[in-house]
């Protein structure tokens, strides 16, 4: 579908006032973001810049305000507009507003000092798009593909006079790098670690975790980890570590990463292709073997999970 034909699409269903509906197409499991899409009042892309940035990057213009509920829903506001792609576990966004510099281990946002120009930088991660807002309209600066780990001088659309306006606030959705893999924590320790959890909690089920159903009755993570024995009680012992281990090499463990083999959405797949085709042994032993490459984390006492 087109761009011009989706904003059509969108704007009829904005109309009739089902934007949960979209919300609701939004992927992943996890941290998914629950809230409706929040940029009702983009009208959709009207023109591309002539102006470009100092690497050649020529904005599309889009009419309105792209205005994110909050930082986790920034790459999923962009999936609806399809200024990105379908969005991963793995990415990640923010909004700056009002604007400012900003800087993490990834990503880092400079504003110019009279406020009409944006530069950035990035280390170890992938820019996917920047959202500039100034005066009544908004630009998408597209760097999938480009491969760049910079730019600068991005800015808002001409206001009627023909000049930049003072941008107003920017939004960004990135990739952090994933790199290899070599080191896992064991089911026992995830489960003498309740402190160390990131991503999910104990209380979480299991089967809707995974999105398949292996267990009836239901499990929770928690006592997924206490889990004994063989068979498929040892997969989902191993899977639910092997999660844990992923959200603690995208998010860290109270500061602390695990660089694991695969990312949350791999080991999602995983499960979910073991239960598919009947493979559990096998993917509990890749699980087994990630799991058991060596543990980062220390420095806090036991802290058994309740199951
Ligand atoms: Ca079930």
Same mark, same amino acid.
């Given at each position: 579908?087109?761009?011009?034909?989706?904003?059509?699409?969108?704007?009829?269903?904005?109309?009739?006032?089902?934007?949960?509906?979209?919300?609701?197409?939004?992927?992943?499991?996890?941290?998914?973001?629950?809230?409706?899409?929040?940029?009702?009042?983009?009208? *959709?892309?009207?023109?591309?810049? %002539?102006?470009?940035?100092?690497?050649?990057?020529?904005?599309?213009? +889009?009419?309105?305000?792209?205005?994110?509920?909050?930082?986790?829903?920034?790459?999923?506001?962009?999936?609806?507009?399809?200024?990105?792609?379908?969005?991963?576990?793995?990415?990640?966004?923010?909004?700056?507003?009002? @604007?400012?510099?900003?800087?993490?281990?990834? #990503?880092?946002?400079?504003?110019?000092? !009279?406020?009409?120009?944006?530069?950035?930088?990035?280390?170890?991660?992938?820019?996917?798009?920047?959202?500039?807002?100034? /005066?009544?309209?908004?630009?998408?600066? !597209?760097?999938?593909?480009?491969?760049?780990?910079?730019?600068?001088?991005?800015?808002? &659309?001409?206001?009627? /006079?023909?000049?930049?306006?003072?941008?107003?606030?920017?939004? #960004?959705?990135?990739? &952090?790098?994933? @790199?290899?893999?070599?080191? *896992?924590?064991?089911? *026992?320790?995830?489960?003498?670690?309740?402190?160390?959890?990131?991503?999910?909690?104990?209380?979480?089920?299991?089967?809707?975790?995974?999105?398949? !159903?292996?267990?009836?009755?239901?499990?929770?993570?928690?006592?997924?980890?206490?889990?004994? /024995?063989?068979?498929?009680?040892?997969?989902?012992?191993?899977?639910?570590?092997?999660?844990?281990?992923? +959200?603690?090499?995208?998010?860290?463990?109270?500061?602390?990463?695990?660089?694991? @083999?695969?990312?949350?959405?791999?080991?999602?797949?995983?499960?979910?292709?073991?239960?598919?085709?009947?493979?559990?042994?096998?993917?509990?032993?890749?699980?087994?073997?990630?799991?058991?490459?060596?543990?980062?984390?220390?420095? %806090?006492?036991?802290? @058994?999970?309740?199951?």
């Amino acid at each position: 579908m087109t761009r011009q034909k989706t904003f059509i699409a969108l704007s009829a269903i904005l109309a009739l006032g089902v934007s949960s509906f979209i919300a609701g197409c939004g992927g992943g499991s996890g941290s998914e973001p629950t809230a409706e899409i929040s940029v009702q009042s983009a009208k *959709g892309p009207s023109g591309v810049s %002539t102006m470009a940035t100092e690497r050649g990057i020529l904005p599309t213009a +889009y009419s309105g305000n792209f205005v994110s509920s909050d930082d986790d829903q920034v790459c999923y506001d962009m999936e609806a507009l399809e200024i990105i792609g379908e969005v991963t576990e793995e990415m990640r966004g923010f909004k700056i507003d009002p @604007p400012a510099n900003f800087s993490n281990a990834y #990503v880092s946002f400079t504003l110019s000092s !009279d406020g009409k120009y944006l530069d950035w930088e990035s280390a170890n991660s992938t820019v996917l798009a920047v959202i500039v807002k100034g /005066g009544p309209n908004f630009y998408v600066f !597209d760097y999938v593909g480009t491969g760049f780990d910079w730019d600068k001088a991005l800015f808002s &659309p001409t206001n009627k /006079g023909g000049n930049i306006p003072t941008i107003s606030h920017y939004n #960004v959705c990135y990739m &952090p790098d994933v @790199p290899e893999g070599d080191q *896992g924590c064991t089911p *026992g320790y995830w489960r003498n670690h309740a402190d160390r959890w990131v991503g999910v909690d104990p209380g979480d089920d299991f089967d809707a975790t995974f999105d398949v !159903d292996l267990f009836n009755p239901n499990i929770t993570l928690g006592q997924a980890i206490w889990l004994g /024995g063989g068979g498929v009680d040892a997969l989902a012992r191993h899977a639910t570590a092997a999660l844990l281990n992923a +959200y603690a090499k995208l998010d860290g463990s109270n500061g602390q990463f695990v660089n694991y @083999p695969y990312t949350v959405d791999e080991v999602i797949q995983m499960v979910q292709g073991a239960v598919a085709n009947g493979t559990i042994e096998a993917t509990k032993d890749e699980f087994e073997e990630a799991n058991e490459l060596g543990c980062p984390l220390s420095g %806090t006492p036991a802290d @058994p999970v309740i199951p």
